[in-house]
């Protein structure tokens, strides 16, 4: 098997696995969890884009670190940040530097977990605010006049995952034919 099938087939993998976690979590109304396995998904994605925004060569490489269990180094053997990696699919899709660091505040502990009591969102200016309501509205029609409360989004946390997940796919496809270039 190939570098680029392995680490294709492990990331389908962890995404069945994310999408099977998903589906369980928002039936049981665990929507914190939920955020963190969109994070994952999110993280399988960044990736992706990365990849295929780097020359085949270097792609080979960064697929074999990971198949090796190695953190990714560019080609001056630096640490490729996951900052980086958002950084770069943000500048293609603005929606999923949001996405990304809302789900942060879920992975690590933080007043985010405290959703049942208070609304994480109030933590938020009222730009970054702006930016999650109109992406939410863009994507999955959230009303542009309903305020941003954890309530309010909770329902659309499935229908952001599944565009991530899909997102994800098209990416993936595109590795397995060494294509370049995300967008």
């Keep these: 098997m190939s570098i680029t099938q392995e680490f294709c087939n492990t990331i389908k993998a962890r995404s069945t696995e994310n999408q099977k976690a998903v589906e369980l979590l928002s039936q049981q109304r665990l929507f914190g969890q939920v955020m963190s396995i969109l994070r994952q998904e999110l993280d399988s994605l960044v990736r992706c884009v990365y990849l295929l925004e780097t020359d085949l060569s270097q792609r080979q490489t960064l697929m074999n670190q990971t198949i090796n269990g190695e953190r990714w180094r560019d080609s001056q053997n630096k640490i490729i940040t996951d900052k980086k990696m958002v950084d770069l ?39 970054e605010k702006s930016n999650i309501i109109s992406h939410l509205n863009h994507y999955h029609g959230y009303p542009l006049s309903q305020d941003l409360t954890f309530v309010s989004v909770s329902p659309y946390l499935v229908r952001v995952f599944e565009k991530v997940s899909s997102n994800l796919i098209c990416y993936i496809e595109r590795l397995e034919n060494k294509q370049v270039n995300a967008d």
């Design 89 to 127: 699919s943000a500048n293609l899709w603005g929606w999923t530097k949001s996405v990304y660091d809302l789900g942060c505040a879920f992975i690590h502990l933080s007043n985010f977990h405290n959703y049942s009591n208070t609304n994480p969102f109030d933590v938020l200016n009222s730009d």
